[in-house]
C-alpha cells in the first residue's frame, strides 16, 4: 500500500453559488467546508460525497475580483462519477438545463456505458454507469 493518498482536484470557478448548486443540489455532493480568505479576496468551498479523512474531494476555488471566465487548460480532461441509471441521471439533468455535450451510451470500441455533462464553467464531468 502505498503512503500517498489523493486528497482533492481543484476547480477555478466563476461563480461559486452556481457551482455548488451544480455540485450538491444536482449532483449530489456534500458541501463539507467553505472558508473566505479576506486578505487573499478568495474562497475555497470542499464538496464531496464523504468524509475527506478517507475520500478524495473536489475543491473549488472562488478568487473575488475574477471577471471572466477562466480559459480551461488543455491538459485538462475530466473528473468521472459513477451513477446507478446513467440515462435517468442524463434526462433529470438536461431538464435542469445541464450541457450534456456526449450524451449516453456505449463508449468507443467498448461496453461501458458512458455520458458527458459541462458545470457551470464548462469543466467536463464524465458520468459512468455503475450498476
Known amino acids: 500500500m502505498s503512503e500517498f493518498r489523493l486528497l482533492h482536484t481543484m476547480l477555478r470557478v466563476l461563480d461559486l453559488e452556481k457551482s455548488l448548486d451544480f455540485y450538491t443540489r444536482l449532483l449530489g455532493m456534500k458541501l463539507l467546508r467553505r472558508n473566505d480568505y479576506e486578505g487573499g479576496r478568495f474562497t475555497l468551498a470542499f464538496v464531496g460525497y464523504g468524509d475527506e479523512s478517507d475520500t478524495a ?6 478568487n473575488w475580483d475574477q ?26 439533468l438536461a431538464a435542469e438545463g445541464v450541457k450534456i455535450p456526449r450524451p449516453p ?3 468507443k470500441h467498448g461496453t461501458t456505458v458512458i455520458a458527458f455533462i459541462e458545470d457551470p464553467d464548462g469543466y467536463k464531468v464524465e458520468l459512468i454507469e455503475r450498476k
Open 105 to 107: 451510451g456505449p463508449m
Open 57 to 62: 474531494v473536489l475543491e473549488l476555488t472562488h
Open 67 to 92: 471577471k471572466e471566465p477562466y480559459e480551461i487548460g488543455t491538459a485538462y480532461g475530466h473528473i468521472a462519477l459513477g451513477v446507478p441509471d446513467i440515462y435517468g441521471t442524463c434526462e433529470k
